[in-house]
């Protein structure tokens, strides 16, 4: 029998040696979340492996190590509403909720309906769903109902930054993407300056490709 809550402490205390966790907030974020109730059984063993694991579909959820980098990125606190594009099995929405000490709203869309409900299922039993919210779709256009957002987070690989989730992003927003680029992703902050897109890189990446719906 695994010790699940043990794996996670030791996780967590390698991601803050290695100064991928920075702040108590994402810390304690990362530590209320059992990664492993968002994975199917026989994925359960790896729940606190620092590695992405492939789910259905051919999607992933990301390593723990993405997870908490871009919820530093983000700048996470009670109060913001947040977009999510890739729900994936919702491990990264719930993350989002802890951080903000489940104190404000988030949106997450899946562009494959089989897995936007498994993810509401994930939540839904973990009892999340007051404060997250899935939706199913194309999520290079977000949710133009539901903008401004606070912060928009991006968990597929985008040629560049999709124009509607820009124009949804709200004036002092913060928005973290992966970006490919030739060969490679690069995974940017973007922050609005004169509505016109500022992006700072942060490090190289491997995201899977952002879904469009075709039309």
């Known amino acids: ?6 794996a996670r402490r030791r996780l967590i205390n390698m991601l ?19 990664r492993e109730e968002f994975l199917p059984n026989y994925l359960k063993l790896y729940a606190y492996e620092d590695t992405p694991l492939e789910i259905m579909y051919g999607q992933t959820i990301s390593a723990p190590h993405m997870v908490a980098m871009m919820c530093e990125l983000l700048g996470l ?9 890739g729900t994936g ?9 802890e951080a903000m000490e489940r104190r404000g709203v988030v949106y997450t869309i899946e562009y494959y309906p089989g897995l936007a409900l498994y993810a509401t299922q994930n939540l839904a039993r973990l009892g999340y769903l007051d404060i997250v919210h899935v939706f199913t779709g194309d999520g290079s256009r977000g949710l133009p109902k539901y903008a401004p957002f606070d912060r928009i ?16 992003l709200s004036s002092d927003g ?5 970006i490919e680029e030739r060969f490679t992703q690069v995974l940017y902050v973007v922050t609005k300056e004169d509505d016109v897109p500022h992006m700072r ?7 899977v490709k952002m879904r469009y719906s075709e039309e």
């Open 1 to 6: 029998m695994i010790d699940f809550t043990s």
């Open 16 to 34: 803050k040696d290695e100064g991928i966790i920075k702040s108590d907030r994402v810390e304690r974020a990362m530590l209320n979340v059992p």
């Open 77 to 85: 606190k009670p109060g913001l509403r947040v977009l999510e594009v």
């Open 89 to 97: 099995t919702g491990y990264h929405a719930a993350v989002c909720a």
């Open 153 to 168: 987070l991006v968990t597929a690989a985008a040629p560049r930054v999709p124009p509607q989730l820009f124009n949804q």
């Open 174 to 178: 913060v928005m973290v993407i992966p």
């Open 201 to 207: 890189p942060v490090t190289y990446v491997s995201f």
